[in-house]
């Protein structure tokens, strides 16, 4: 199927690791140009230079989102670099720990590193988005609809980020924009390998967090993620506007504690 992506700028926040560099291959993969934003440069670079070994296209920007001014600056750059953006997908984020014991200035410090930047970024592309008829992919999480506890800051940047999906789909309708969202549950990342490295037992974490999960027994890859994303940015998903996905083998939605007959 060809998801006609030849060509599209498209801004990958925190595009240098784990689901965000998995969005960035395969967006390369289908001839778009991903623009990869975010902290860690040199990661970013390495990945740009095998996309363009491939043969294929790709950008960086470097730059702390948590910053209005950065979000503003990074706009700025890639319209001077590129002229156009066609999408962006708002994957940038860490579940930080910001619970109701922080203070209130921690859970804004959250809101700044989770949400902020989804807000100031769409506001900077706004006017090129709409000349493009572009595209919005957010990169939400379960916690926005199962909370985990322990994290206030990251669960109502995520809850809002599912919010902003309908309040934005209608929004943008108008301009023939679609703002979609990908919810993760499990995926191991860099993010989830330093937050499993906290723990006393992280193997048997694993195995017991997996045999929760459905579909395979198994966490879900950054890979299944980008595929999402990816169909979602496509025009070939055209008439899908507001919607938030899950590949996440169930684990959101089914019962946990089911087990098959004969296996009880
Ligand atoms: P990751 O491995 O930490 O990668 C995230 C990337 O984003 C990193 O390169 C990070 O920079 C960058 N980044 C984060 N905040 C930034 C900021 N304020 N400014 C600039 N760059 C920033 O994380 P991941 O696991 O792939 O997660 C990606 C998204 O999926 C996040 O929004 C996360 O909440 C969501 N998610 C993940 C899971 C999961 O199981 N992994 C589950 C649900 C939702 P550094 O390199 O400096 O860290």
């Not at 999960?213 to 940015?233: C, H, Q, Y």
Request: glycine share 10%; aromatic share 6%; hydrophobic share 40%.
């Amino acid at each position: 199927m060809d998801l006609q992506l030849k060509g599209k700028i498209v801004v990958v926040t925190g595009g240098a690791k784990g689901i965000g560099a998995a969005c960035v291959e395969a967006f390369a993969a289908e001839g778009a140009v991903p623009i990869i934003v975010g902290r860690s440069p040199q990661d970013a670079q390495k990945l740009a230079k095998e996309i363009a070994d491939r043969g294929g296209r790709a950008d960086v920007i470097e730059a702390e989102l948590s910053s209005e001014d950065a979000c503003r600056d990074v706009i700025a750059k890639i319209l001077e670099r590129h002229g156009r953006i066609d999408g962006i997908v708002h994957n940038a984020g860490v579940n930080d720990g910001v619970s109701l014991r922080h203070s209130p200035a921690d859970f804004v410090g959250s809101l700044g590193k989770n949400i902020l930047h989804v807000f100031a970024l769409t506001h900077y592309a706004l006017d090129s988005l709409i000349e493009t008829r572009g595209f919005i992919v957010n990169i939400s999480s379960k916690v926005a609809d199962t909370g985990q506890g322990g994290t206030s800051g990251y669960a109502a940047s995520k809850g809002a980020m599912n919010a902003l999906t309908r309040e934005w789909g209608l929004d943008l309708a108008q301009y023939g924009i679609r703002v979609n969202t990908v919810s993760p549950a499990e995926v191991m990342t860099p993010l989830y390998e330093r937050w499993m490295a906290t723990l006393d037992e992280p193997e048997k974490f694993l195995r017991e967090r997996s045999a929760l999960i459905p579909l395979g027994n198994r966490f879900t890859t950054s890979e299944e993620i980008a595929a999402m994303t990816v169909f979602l940015a496509s025009p070939v998903s055209g008439h899908t506007t507001g919607q938030i996905v899950y590949p996440d083998g169930g684990y959101t939605h089914l019962d946990r504690a089911y087990r098959p007959a004969g296996d009880s």
